[in-house]
């Protein structure tokens, strides 16, 4: 499937566990008494809540989903929950970041990221892992109202890096996210360094994949140029 695709002329990345360790927002729940098992659930009932939104033609911050799925799944008090989302921004970088991101740079393909979070958590994300210099631009489909995996997250990406989708590709480490960018016709990268071992089978085949970051940028960059 790669034999269609070209070398891309950016590379969006999706920042909530692909990018950014969510290890920080599961102490904050242990420290609450809750079980470290949590963060996971809690996460995955966020998302849920984002797309059902979506899909029933609503709208709601990822904040508020959070916040929402914790008052769903927990007892705490709203301090409490508030307490918790506050600690999004208090993430970094996972350890192969700032090697992906150093060999796109020198290659000279444009890296930007691309998240329906909270505005700031990647800025701060990324100040604090000293990888900032390495990013374009930080993109939050909160500016337009819409939750990945709609296809108007990523044409709106696209437009605002000013490149056609065929020329940006999406990284991430949920197949979900690969399966939207590559729907809206950009290059998906499937990262499996995460919390997804495989791909999902639910849905196309990522169009690239690897088992760390740089794994991932190596195989893109490795894509044929555009003629």
Known sequence: ????????????????????????????????????????????????????????????????????????????????????????????????????????TEAGVRAVTLSHGSPGVAEAGLSRGGVTPLVERTLTAESIRTWKPSREAYLWA????????????????????????????LTGAFTSARSERVPSAAFDRPHVQGSSLPEVVDALLALPPHG
């Open 158 to 185: 696209a437009g605002v890096c000013d490149v056609e989708p065929g020329r940006m590709a999406l990284v991430a480490a949920h197949s979900w996210d690969v399966a939207g960018a590559q729907r809206a016709g």
């Open 1 to 104: 499937m790669t034999a269609a695709r070209h070398r891309p002329d950016v590379v969006a990345f999706d920042v909530n566990e692909t990018l950014l360790d969510l290890a920080p927002v599961g102490a904050a729940l242990v420290e609450r008494g809750q079980p470290a098992t949590l963060l996971p659930e809690v996460f995955s009932r966020t998302l849920l809540t984002g797309f059902a939104a979506a899909a029933v033609g609503g709208w709601c911050s990822f904040r508020t989903a959070f916040e929402a799925s914790l008052a769903q799944l927990t007892e705490l008090t709203a301090a409490d929950r508030t307490a918790v989302a506050d600690t999004f921004l208090e993430l970094a970088p996972h350890p192969d970041v700032e090697p992906a991101l150093r060999r796109l």
